[in-house]
């Protein structure tokens, strides 16, 4: 047995190694989902009407026997809601939640009237600034969620500042989307004080939207990864990205990048429209179908180079480009014949060949050399096609002018249409198009 004191036979041993610190992500990802869960809008209740009624009745006559918290809330979700905020008849109803905001201690029915207030904001409304004042009683008692965003948006509770606070803070984060919700906005693309701040947020750095950086910030925002695309507000987003080249000539690159992601996400304007575009000032719509028609042009070209290598298209290409270079071709529609729409196809990702919404070109379905390209210029709708098809010209107004932008053409409908002027492609045959428009 050692005779060694206890202390020195300690002082020998080996320390212990550290534990491994216990990797959190897994439970982190757990906890952002059911903060999001959580922070979605609440379900609209089946008969809103009759709810507001029977928790009129109940307040009226204060009988609370058997009335979950659940029932509770989803009267204040209705009380607020857009329908119903403004009558007179639901105001004692609003009136009571408002009261129980300044002393109730639950922390659900609280939570539930912050989130309220955020997703039915509006800064000139009288029930924002009733919520607003309400809560702010009441911040000592929210639950740790709405305390952390209070600490980081010290104004979300001001509804003249909060809209500003949150949009000067996203104008600065790089990355926007995960930025907002590590501070505590779980709901970035929600309505009410996220669509408010993200206007504000437009306003803020529209002037900087001549930077390839910004413009691709912008998008980010716009569709997070993983997300689906912004609605509300996506038109006015649009309009932003256009407004800085009304006047001034855009750089390809950023063209290009644009064009292609407004129309990943919101798809053509004139093709199954997607109700945002009705957002879009009609200047502004009018200088993206130009940028799509130079787009077009050069994409038929292009397929037609690669499928039909034995013809030649510089003349024709040429002439177009010019025209489309001084401004006067403001949309176009291609029509491509099969073996051109299935090279132009190929050209398109996977996951974005099918589904109307996604349509950018249509099939010509007749002659199998034919391809087409429609086109408006001032007040003319013009036809040109491939190999013999001859140059038609319609009057825009006429009913016998082709329209742009259907799924499928027949070669033979066109020929067959009355009251066009026909040149065929001959020795001058630009100068007789041109007198033409």
């Known amino acids: 047995m050692s005779t060694l004191p206890l202390s020195q036979r300690l002082a020998r041993l080996a320390p ?24 979605r809008p609440a379900p609209r209740a089946p008969d809103p009407e009759r709810l507001l009624k029977e928790m009129a009745r109940r307040i009226r006559e204060w009988s609370w026997a058997e009335t ?26 609003r009136r009571f939640f408002l009261e129980e905001a300044k002393v109730s201690d639950r922390p659900a029915l609280l939570d539930a009237l912050a989130r309220i207030y955020v997703e039915s904001f509006d800064a000139l409304a009288e029930h924002t600034r009733q919520l607003a004042g309400a809560l702010r009683l009441a911040v000592g008692r929210l639950g740790a969620q709405w305390r952390k965003l209070l600490e980081n948006f010290p104004d979300l509770l001001d509804p003249a500042k909060a809209a500003r606070q949150i949009a000067e803070c996203m104008a600065a984060l790089p990355d926007i989307w995960t930025g907002l919700k590590s501070l505590g906005l779980r709901q970035p693309h929600g309505p009410g004080l996220m669509a408010q701040a993200h206007l504000d947020f437009l306003g803020a750095v529209g002037p900087r939207l001549t930077r390839r950086e910004e413009v691709e910030r912008l998008f ?37 990048l644009m064009t292609q992601r407004l129309l990943d996400l919101y798809g053509h304007p004139k093709v199954n429209r997607n109700p945002i575009w009705n ?40 002439f177009w480009w010019g025209l489309y270079k001084q401004g006067r071709i403001s949309e176009v529609w291609v029509a491509f014949n099969r073996e051109g729409h299935r090279a132009a196809m190929s050209r398109i990702p996977r996951d974005q060949r099918h589904g109307s919404e996604n349509l950018r070109f249509a099939l010509q379905k007749g002659e199998k050399d034919k391809s087409l390209l429609f086109m408006r210029i001032g007040d003319k709708i013009v036809v040109e096609g491939t190999f013999n098809f001859k140059v038609h010209v319609f009057e825009a107004g006429s009913k016998h002018a082709p329209p742009l932008y259907r799924p499928h053409y027949d070669v033979s409908n066109i020929r067959r249409r009355r009251n066009a002027t026909a040149i065929p492609h001959l020795g001058n045959w630009q100068a007789k198009v041109l007198m033409e428009l």
């Open 16 to 39: 212990p190694e550290p534990a491994a610190a216990p990797n959190t992500t897994v439970i982190r990802r757990t906890i952002d989902r059911v903060l999001d869960a959580y922070g």
């Open 68 to 93: 979950p918290l659940s029932f509770a809330l989803e009267a204040a979700e209705a009380a607020f809601s857009l329908d119903f905020r403004g009558r007179a008849d639901i105001e004692p109803v």
């Open 220 to 256: 980010e925002w716009l569709k997070p990864p993983g997300q689906p695309a912004l609605v509300a507000g996506a038109g006015q987003a649009i309009a932003a990205l256009l407004r800085p080249w009304r006047d001034s000539g855009v750089p390809e690159d950023l063209k290009k």
């Open 279 to 318: 957002d879009v000032p009609e200047a502004l719509e009018g200088l993206f179908l130009h940028w799509l028609a130079g787009a077009d042009i050069r994409m038929l070209f292009a397929v037609l180079k690669e499928v039909e290598k034995g013809h030649m298209w510089a003349d024709r290409e040429d």
